[in-house]
């Protein structure tokens, strides 16, 4: 019988606090690099500083915070690529960006989107949170809370962006924009639907874990690691 194909590599960087837009262009240069085919796939494992961004559809009347207001939080604000609206990113929230080569997964956006909600669903319901991905908009939800974010961008049928999910989020930063363009919606985190304080390096740990197992590849080195400061 012969044995099945290996599985995909899955390159797995520690854990690490990254300004967004340092984190922009090291995306760019793995992009790059998988498009070429000179790097293996991988997954950017990140918490960023605070800062709002807007996305391709996203309105600078969504920032409902003037200047004066976001400086006063050390909130900076970047216009990017990904798709999507405005959101918010800052510390106690992981931010994971895989870098996948889509033209090997059938070079379908749709279930790619599918395909990372599930995931953070089944991530989510390890921890006891009851999570669903079962509305009219992307992302991932608590009842009509919502607890995980989705953006990405693609070039060359290579996927980058990602996710955002709530862990120990200031939840009162999303307070500042229109989350996602959605009026009035409640933002969640892990912490407040658990009741516990989860720790981002075990949290990231589990998600590289759960990641790779569901879109059948192999983390190389050990995932969710954190590098010393």
């Not at 800062?51 to 900076?76: F, K, M, N, Y």
């Not at 997964?105 to 006891?128: I, K, P, Q, S, T």
């Not at 009026?183 to 740990?205: Q, Y």
Request: hydrophobic share 40%.
């Amino acid at each position: 019988m012969a044995l099945p194909p290996p599985r995909p590599r899955l390159l797995c960087p520690p854990l690490r606090r990254l300004g967004y837009e340092e984190a922009f262009r090291e995306q760019v240069r793995r992009r790059d690099a998988v498009i070429e085919q000179r790097e293996p796939e991988c997954l950017m494992l990140l918490e960023h500083t605070p800062t709002v961004t807007i996305g391709r559809t996203g309105v600078r009347g969504d920032v409902l915070a003037d200047a004066d207001a976001l400086a006063a939080r050390g909130v900076a604000v970047a216009e990017t690529n990904r798709g999507g609206e405005v959101t918010y990113h800052g510390p106690g929230q992981l931010v994971v960006y895989p870098i996948l080569d889509l033209r090997r997964r059938g070079r379908n956006l749709h279930r790619y989107l599918r395909d990372l909600e599930a995931w953070l669903v089944a991530l989510c319901r390890g921890y006891g949170v009851p999570a669903h991905a079962d509305s009219p908009h992307t992302g991932v939800w608590v009842e009509d809370r919502k607890i995980a974010s989705i953006g990405i961008a693609v070039r060359h049928w290579v996927a980058y962006h990602g996710v955002a999910l709530n862990v120990t989020t200031d939840l009162s930063q999303f307070d500042l924009i229109v989350p996602c363009g959605l009026r009035g919606v409640t933002m969640t985190s892990l912490a407040r639907e658990t009741g516990t304080v989860p720790a981002l390096a075990d949290v990231a740990l589990r998600a590289a874990e759960t990641f790779a197992e569901h879109f059948e590849m192999t983390p190389a080195p050990a995932a969710g690691a954190r590098e010393t400061p």
